[in-house]
């Protein structure tokens, strides 16, 4: 998959993906905002159905209480039935459409009567037993309000008065009739409460399904129970019209039986495809579709409920995030449109780019990108172009390297050619060197070679530096002792002419320390030691001999002269020849390998010849240095007479 299309998809899953994530987010966590303020208002509203019937049922019973208590004052066996009718109308008022069946059963007999025909005097008040049982000489009076409203609008359809628009006006009553009980309701808040502070026993009012029940008193003694029996779908009717429906909400009730009650008849069967009778079990909002019915079943088995739609609304709250949405989504589009040749750009660079290093792998260093820009790629357009230039360049010193390692190469095999590669037996001694350049090639020098006379011509040197140079200087001094050697015998002077031409032909600060020895027949070793390191000469018996510096380094101040000194070797003796590259040596802690562990090692190998004397140095100084480079050339020589 090209960078390209992963950038376009990296932008769609970063942009498409959290937009669409988010706008469900929204759309979930509105909807559920909305269905709560939703069941919220219904259950308001259902809490208010059943607070304005406990005001209708409330202003019922006062009204009933009112009118058997005036009818209680009939000194008689029993209040008089025709009376109670007569004063139904006035004392319900426009409650009486609300009420079917009024009755009244006594619980005691009446008050005494004095002699003047008044009533007893009054005892005094006594708080509410328990109901009393019905007295049997005083029968119930039962008054059929309905039977009376019936019969008056067959009278009045007689007499030809009940047109259409007559009876809508009555309708239109009964609903005024619940409105003015429920506003008397509200007025009488305030006696309520002056009634409570004056410790006036409230009325009990308690309804059971279509029943109205409140115990009838005087002067606190209780003279029956009166009941009214109400129209539901009257009252129910009237209460629910008072239910806003503004967001098409259905007010409803259910009564103990199960009927169902709404103000508008062509609603009953969209409550009944919500069930809404299975719902008023639960009493707690529930969504059923796109409604929300919110239920709550009062003391008297009666149920009120509120199905309130939700579908216009959630439409709306679908289209406003589509909406949201789609605008989310053409600005990503729009975006699109401009990330698309941005990417293409990008792409072309990064192609010219790549092109450029698979063309610089190729062993093309010439090659260079063009620097289109000042942003990040024409900066790594131009960090390209350096690094090409700078493997230009390094290639050429590379190649100029590789040219001079080869001739150093070659170098160190002249060099190595030019050293002995085999020991010498001379007579009865046996002579053996070897030398490690610190570089390619070395200053260090070694040499054994036989002399005319029986004698036999010892050298061992080391050139100031290393390299090069140190190398040319050591293959001319060694030249020059080969060949002037045979021809003359005084060490001292033949060293003394060499220092006068070293400080002649060669820069300042550059000298050679030097031991030059010739071993006669007589095994007499003749030695000049040019400021070279003390060299070894170990008996038999375990002593050792220094062969210690005879004069100054050859080319460093010249014209100081020389010594030529004398030992006399015997069988068994051991000759040891190095450089300071040896006892120089260091480790990883900057600490020398040092002439002690050289004497060391002479004294416990010398019994065993000259090349158990040479591999062991040779091990030791390589397990000391470990993996620190050597610093500087070693030159080990070995004789044993």
Do not use: C
Request: no cysteine.
């Amino acid at each position: 998959m090209s960078l390209r299309t992963r950038l376009i998809l990296a932008f769609l899953l970063l942009s498409v993906v959290p937009l669409s994530a988010v706008t469900l987010y929204s759309y979930t966590t509105s909807v559920r905002a909305f269905e709560r303020a939703v069941e919220r208002e219904a259950t308001q509203s259902a809490t208010d159905i059943g607070r304005r019937m406990a005001m209708v049922t409330d202003d019922v019973g006062r009204r009933m209480e009112g009118l058997f208590e005036a009818s209680a004052d009939d000194p008689g066996p029993n209040p008089n039935p025709d009376e109670v009718r007569a004063k139904l109308g006035p004392m319900l008022g426009d409650a009486a459409a609300l009420v079917e069946r009024v009755e009244f059963e006594p619980m005691s007999p009446p008050l005494p009567a004095d002699i003047s025909g008044a009533a007893a005097k009054v005892p005094p008040p006594r708080p509410p037993g328990p109901p009393q049982p019905p007295d049997p000489r005083r029968p119930p009076i039962v008054v059929d309000v309905g039977a009376i409203l019936e019969q008056t609008r067959k009278e009045i359809e007689a007499n030809g008065v009940m047109t259409p628009e007559a009876r809508a006006d009555m309708e239109k009553t009964i609903r005024d009739s619940v409105h003015a009980a429920i506003a008397r309701k509200e007025a009488m808040k305030a006696a309520a409460a002056a009634m409570a502070a004056a410790s006036v026993p409230p009325l009990s009012v308690k309804m059971e399904g279509r029943e109205i029940a409140i115990p009838v008193r005087r002067h606190g003694r209780e003279l029956g129970r009166a009941r009214a029996h109400l129209n539901l779908d009257r009252t129910l009717g009237a209460i629910l019209t008072l239910t806003r429906s503004d967001q098409g909400e259905i007010p409803f009730a259910i009564d103990r039986r199960g009927a169902l009650y709404t103000p508008d008849p062509a609603q009953k069967a969209t409550l009944e495809s919500l069930r809404v009778g299975k719902l008023a079990a639960a009493d707690k909002p529930q969504r059923v579709g796109d409604w929300v019915v919110v239920t709550r079943t009062e003391e008297s088995g009666l149920t009120f409920g509120i199905a309130r739609p939700l579908g216009e609304s959630l439409r709306e709250i679908r289209r406003a995030s589509v909406r949201n949405l789609s605008l989310g989504l053409l600005v990503i589009g729009l975006a699109i449109v401009g990330i698309v040749p941005i990417s293409h750009r990008m792409t072309e660079r990064l192609r010219a780019l790549t092109a450029g290093v698979r063309q610089l792998a190729a062993g093309d260093f010439r090659t260079r990108v063009p620097v289109r820009s000042p942003d990040e790629f024409g900066e790594l357009a131009r960090a390209f172009n350096q690094m090409a230039q700078d493997l230009e360049r390094h290639q050429a010193i590379a190649v100029e390297q590789e040219r001079l390692h080869r001739e150093l190469e070659l170098s160190r095999q002249i060099q190595t050619e030019m050293l002995p590669r085999a020991p010498l037996r001379f007579g009865a001694s046996e002579i053996r060197g070897i030398s490690f350049p610190a570089r390619e090639v070395g200053g260090d020098f070694f040499n054994y070679f036989e002399l005319p006379g029986q004698r036999l011509g010892l050298l061992v040197g080391d050139v100031s530096g290393k390299g090069v140079s140190a190398a040319l200087l050591m293959a001319n001094v060694q030249a020059t002792l080969r060949a002037r050697l045979p021809l003359q015998t005084d060490l001292a002077s033949l060293t003394d002419l060499l220092d006068r031409e070293i400080d002649a032909t060669t820069p300042g600060g550059v000298f050679v320390t030097l031991f030059l020895a010739i071993l006669d027949e007589r095994h007499e070793l003749h030695y000049v030691n040019a400021g070279h390191n003390p060299q070894y000469v170990l008996r038999p018996d375990g002593r050792v001999e220094r062969l210690s510096s005879t004069g100054l380094p050859i080319g460093l101040f010249s014209g100081h002269g020389y010594r030529e000194q004398r030992v006399a070797l015997a069988p068994g003796d051991l000759l040891f020849f190095y450089t300071d590259g040896l006892v120089e040596a260091e480790n990883a802690e900057g600490e020398q390998f040092g002439a002690e562990r050289v004497e060391a090692i002479l004294l416990e190998e010398h019994a065993r010849g000259i090349d158990a004397v040479l591999g062991r140095i040779e091990r030791d100084v390589a397990a000391f240095r470990g993996s620190v480079e050597a610093l500087d050339d070693a030159t080990l020589m070995a004789l044993r007479v």
